[in-house]
């Protein structure tokens, strides 16, 4: 485990320098990676943990069972990252968008809301992927993996390249179907310019009144694990939303300082 934690941070160290690979983790409609997971999450996720009988597996199923204790609006705040993987089996009902991705059924109203009104005025707002099941993005994760094997890479270092771009098992917020990555139609690339077209700046500043927020701000890498991403919102209410954005916080902080 040790050894593998030291090539995953080695791996990571290696992508940081080359710089560059960032645009290539959220995937876009490629069907890639994207995150709830890129990079950073080496050093603490990277070593897998198999999804069977962790701490962390138990810490998610004891929350999980908190949420439905709590009643229905717990579902929005739902934490998933590289220490707080999905439990195993979980589902969730989804409904198509008009270009087929495929969303939250409780919240695809206000993410389709978003977009009209954002577009009515004259952007072009489009989501290049959103829900992605756990199946899914373990394929995805395979697929890496399998090629950086057949790189010449052995099996454990090709699985810790592979955690510094894709989610392991469970960890993607995509998972959860309350993840969209939204970009422009003509600004497509998951990269740092998103940040500066006019879809990426109308999204910062009204996503909230719809009930979604910017899930991996600049200055919250250290905190949530992956790099700034412009274009990925996570829905978690409209109240929940503008008091997230309020506090300046990021949803690991937000639920830390609020006793969840
Ligand atoms: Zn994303």
């Not at 876009?28 to 597996?57: E, K, R």
């Not at 998103?194 to 990426?200: G, L, M, V």
């Amino acid at each position: 485990m040790l050894l593998l934690a030291l090539l995953a941070l080695a791996a990571w160290g290696l992508t940081a320098l080359l710089g560059g690979g960032r645009d290539a983790q959220d995937g876009s409609s490629s069907g890639a990676a994207d995150a709830g997971g890129s990079s950073l999450s080496a050093q603490t996720g990277g070593s897998s943990s198999p999804a069977g009988s962790s701490p962390l597996d138990a810490a998610a199923d004891s929350s999980a069972a908190k949420t439905a204790a709590q009643g229905e609006e717990d579902w929005q705040m739902r934490l998933v990252n590289h220490t707080h993987p999905l439990p195993d089996g979980f589902t969730v009902e989804t409904s198509a968008l008009p270009n087929g991705l495929e969303f939250d059924s409780r919240a695809i109203g206000q993410l389709e809301q978003m977009l009209a009104d954002g577009n009515a005025t004259g952007l072009q707002l489009m989501v290049c992927s959103a829900y992605r099941s756990v199946e899914r993005q373990d394929e995805l994760f395979n697929e890496m993996l399998q090629d950086y094997i057949a790189e010449g890479y052995s099996e454990e270092e090709a699985y810790a390249i592979t955690a510094t771009i894709r989610t392991p098992h469970g960890c993607s917020e995509h998972s959860t179907g309350l993840a969209a990555d939204i970009v422009a139609v003509d600004y497509q690339m998951l990269d740092d310019g998103y940040a500066e077209t006019d879809e990426a700046k109308w999204l910062l500043e009204n996503a909230a009144d719809y009930g979604f927020i910017l899930r991996y701000p600049k200055d919250k890498e250290s905190v949530t694990g992956i790099i700034w991403e412009p274009w990925h919102y996570r829905y978690v209410g409209v109240e929940n939303a503008k008091k997230i954005k309020e506090s300046g916080l990021c949803l690991e902080e937000y639920l830390e300082a609020n006793g969840a």
